[in-house]
């Protein structure tokens, strides 16, 4: 099992800065690639930010220039860094990982985090 753990999440008014966090845990055999994505009530999930194992990064069109996406494999965590928040920003934030588990080192599957509340006003 593989479990991910948001923090960082909270209010924060335009223009600000906040970073997330997404610990990773559990009996990981191989990931291949992580991200952050996020959705408002009604819509579809969407990608915001995406990093594989080599360091490749993509980011949404709507966040370019403002948000970063990072990993420390050492603290098994990943980040966002979101700069200039709007308030289009505001959305349920989920990590997201790839990867290969021990029992199932033939499969790469897909696992989410329980998502943190991102609140931008204006």
């Known amino acids: 099992q593989v479990q991910l753990v948001e923090s960082g999440g909270g209010l924060v008014q335009a223009g600000g800065s906040l970073t997330l966090s997404c610990a990773y845990s559990g009996s990981i055999f191989s990931i291949n690639a992580m991200g952050w994505y996020r959705q408002v009530p009604g819509k579809q999930r969407e990608v915001v930010a995406t990093i594989t194992t080599s360091g490749s990064t993509d980011y949404a069109d709507s966040v370019k220039g403002r948000f970063t996406i990072s990993r420390d494999s050492g603290k098994n965590t990943a980040y966002l860094q979101m700069n200039s928040l709007k308030p289009e920003d505001t959305a349920v934030y989920y990590c997201?990982?790839?990867?290969?588990?021990?029992?199932?080192?033939?499969?790469?599957?897909?696992?989410w985090g329980q998502g943190t509340q991102v609140t931008v006003s204006s």
């Open positions: 997201n990982m790839k990867a290969r588990t021990i029992r199932s080192s033939s499969l790469i599957l897909n696992y």
